[in-house]
């Protein structure tokens, strides 16, 4: 065992996640705008010189058909599609393929070579070019230099340097372990994939079995965890599918170690293959050999004519695998070899391939993009354009003159404001106003919580902007507290059709920024009350997103299992308070420093779910005082567990035997932790309280802004 601390004590509550929200990693400088220097580049010059290599064939590793565009293309699909919507992480940005464990993921074998054959332009086009969006933009320039227009290309995706440590792949400790579905086939959230180390399903069928109507299951469930729908889905599979082959020369057996595994020498190249040429023919990748169709550098509906209009029976490849070859003789030999065009081979299919076919929704809907090609092409098109940004967030963040003009639902569109904005007497104006209403401080900032911490960094999705939190489905989830937050929005809206009616002039003030607002002057009152004056600064315009606006069923994936710092939990969470703590708090792209001081300043301001008395160490509720560290801290209390699961206890005076106070783990996790306990006693100390106040209103303005991306 070596020293690291997770290895001593696997239990310990990783804070890590959150330490990657406080620290630049990597060599751009802060003064370094990714924008600026990607919209300096002339885009069609950068495509020109990746379509040129893209036909430039290498010795080191030959081009099948002549052309890198399928590998290209496979490289791009992967790096998005890696995306699920359970917790919004995964995905293209950052271009974190380049690292582990995604780099060395067994469905990645041999994409190590396809970003190699790229850098020399990533080299010419060095701090312009992110490889998060060359390898992107890679993917669509090789389509179109196969005969397919794409829909568009939006650029912004700055890389990361290191690999993403939120992100749990899955309980597996071996390379396409399945230990994540349940009896029924059910995927355990927030997966997105079937196995450890692939991107969606098993090519072979479940499990590695080949039964074509269980595979078409896993898939809809796979692809429903990356927001895709059946047409979707289909178009994706038959699109892809449309170029270039899969690689099963023999078996893996002859494939060395990883990337991450592999001898120094060989400088970050993987899975050296010793079998024949280690290349071209003798290519070794998923294990299933052949292609899709006679044309696999070319755009056409030949893959979707070959699965309807031909039969296919299972066969073991040449790789040890199954898979799927014309039973007639019709389209036998009937496509020239990737690297000799004057030996012909046959088509194959995937299991997943044959699954279209026997799943009687999937088979209508290629069987109208087989009558209806115009309508794959687009169907297709959108679909991909959907894969590859849908983690990028709101269209506002799309650069590059590729951008469509149309703004999809998927985007969690709102509104332009078509009228002025409220200035500072305004703002002073309706936070009096709130603050003289019958709304408590604690209605206003929970509310404004409520709204705000939707927001996913992730794939930055959520946030108040839209005030989603009166639409459906939020305005209905349990942790809102439906009754209330009726009539807490009721006196908003109220109050927000005042003053717009009260104006003679074009001045409004969106539904959006006044729960903001609310929540602002419920902290600058509260830290008056502790005597401290603190003025937050609001920046108006945020607008209101209609339900037509709003894709329900896409927005429940925001549904929190668990929000810590309202001390709420579901009865279906499965991991412990404060491991859900800490993914909410890096999901919302806070500090370790600043999820502390948050927790503490909601118990202070009593915003507590269903104004519970957990953690609640104060006589003064709404005032931001430092009472929650002090006794938390002190040791003439301790504390016991009241719940079988340990998750409340009790907060009893050690020489007298009285319960004084209820908390949960959300809370205690602040003094049992050595980390957590470390900063409260800073803020805990006779000299921490004004530091406390105003870090707090700090990481407080920080997330009801996380999603102004309009103010960047």
């Known amino acids: 065992m070596n020293g690291r601390g997770q290895d001593w004590w696997p239990n310990q509550l990783n804070l890590e996640i959150l330490d990657q929200n406080a620290r ?15 919209e300096s580049l002339d885009l069609d010059v950068v495509k020109a010189d990746i379509e040129e290599v893209l036909t ?6 030959p081009a099948d058909y002549g052309h890198y565009g ?9 790096s998005a599609g890696s995306y699920r919507t359970g917790d919004g992480r995964g995905g293209a940005a950052g271009g974190r393929q380049r690292f582990a464990p995604l780099n060395s993921w067994p469905d990645n074998v041999n994409l190590d070579k396809a970003r190699r054959l790229l850098w020399p332009v990533k080299e010419k086009y060095g701090q312009k070019l992110s490889w998060a ?29 290191e690999p993403d440590k939120a992100v749990d792949w899955g309980p597996e400790e071996e390379w396409l372990g399945d230990e994540r579905h349940d009896e029924e086939g059910n995927l355990d959230e927030p997966l997105g994939a079937d196995h450890m180390g692939l991107i969606y399903v098993n090519p072979e069928g479940p499990r590695g079995e080949p039964n074509p109507r269980e595979a078409a299951d896993y898939i809809r469930q796979a692809f429903d965890r990356m927001a895709m729908n059946d047409e979707e889905t289909a178009a994706l599979i038959a699109g892809g599918h449309t170029f270039g082959k899969s690689h099963g020369a023999a078996p893996d057996e002859h494939l060395g170690a990883d990337p991450e595994e592999a001898p120094i020498d060989l400088e970050g190249m993987g899975w050296e293959n010793d079998f024949g040429s280690g290349k071209g023919d003798d290519t070794i990748t998923s294990g299933i050999e052949g292609p899709w169709t006679q044309t696999p550098t070319m755009w056409d509906t030949t893959f979707i004519d070959n699965l309807l209009d031909h039969e296919w029976e299972l066969e073991e490849g040449p790789g040890g695998a199954w898979q799927w070859t014309p039973k007639h003789e019709e389209i036998q030999d009937s496509v020239p070899g990737a690297h000799d065009s004057s030996e012909m081979v046959d088509p194959m299919m995937l299991t997943t391939d044959v699954a279209l076919k026997k799943d009687p929704d999937y088979l209508e809907i290629i069987e109208r993009f087989q009558e209806n090609p115009d309508e794959f092409q687009e169907a ?8 590859i940004h849908r983690d990028m967030g709101p269209p506002v963040r799309f650069l590059g003159p590729e951008v469509p003009d149309e703004e999809m639902l998927w985007q969690d569109p709102v509104p332009d404001a078509d009228y002025d904005l409220v200035d500072d007497a305004a703002v002073e104006e309706l936070k009096q106003t709130l603050l ?30 839209g005030a989603r939190l009166r639409l459906e489905p939020q305005r209905s989830w349990d942790v809102n507290e439906p009754e209330e937050l009726a009539t807490v929005l009721e ?47 609001f920046e108006p315009g945020r607008t209101d997103a209609s339900q037509e606006q709003t894709d329900v069923e896409s927005f429940q994936a925001l549904k929190p299992q668990a929000d810590g710092f309202r001390n709420y939990i579901s009865d279906d969470a499965e991991r412990s308070a404060e491991e859900l703590l800490v993914d909410k708090a890096e999901l919302l792209n806070l500090t370790t420093n600043e999820m502390t001081v948050l927790v503490a300043g909601m118990r202070e301001l009593g915003a507590n779910y269903q104004e519970a008395d957990h953690g609640v160490f104060t006589d003064n509720p709404g005032t931001l005082s430092t009472d929650f560290f002090e006794t938390l801290l002190d040791m003439e209390y301790e504390w016991e567990p009241v719940s079988d699961d340990e998750y409340e206890f009790e907060l009893r005076n050690r020489e007298t035997g009285d319960v004084e106070h209820e908390t949960t783990r959300f809370d205690l996790v602040f003094g049992s932790n050595s980390r ?3 900063i409260a006693e800073v803020y805990g100390a006779a000299d921490g309280e004004a530091q406390f106040v105003q870090e707090f209103a700090d990481a407080w303005t920080k997330v009801m802004r996380n999603d102004r991306f309009d103010l960047e």
């Not at 630049?24 to 990607?38: H, I, S, T």
């Not at 430039?56 to 590793?61: G, N, T």
């Not at 902290?523 to 603190?534: P, R």
């Open 380 to 387: 297709f098109a959108k679909a991909w354009y959907k894969l």
């Open 676 to 678: 957590l306990r470390a």
């Open 491 to 537: 006196t908003l809206e109220g109050i927000q059709s005042a003053f717009n009616d009260s104006r003679s002039d074009d001045v409004r003030v969106s539904l959006a920024d006044l729960i903001v607002l609310g929540g602002y002057a419920a902290v600058e009152q509260a830290a008056a009350a502790a005597g401290y004056d603190v003025e937050l600064t």
């Open 70 to 78: 399928p590998l290209m293309i496979r490289m791009a699909w992967h």
């Open 24 to 38: 630049a990693v990597g060599p751009m400088g802060e003064e370094f705008d990714y924008a600026e220097a990607f």
């Open 436 to 465: 003289d209403s019958e709304l408590s401080r604690s209605q206003l900032a929970k509310t404004a919580w409520a709204s705000a911490s939707t927001y996913r960094d992730s794939d930055k999705r959520g946030g108040a902007n």
């Open 133 to 161: 969006d060359l390898i992107v933009l890679t993917g669509n320039v090789a389509m179109e230099s196969m005969g397919f227009e794409t829909y568009g290309f939006a650029g912004g995706r700055e890389d990361a340097y």
């Open 56 to 61: 430039d064939s290498q010795e080191w590793w």
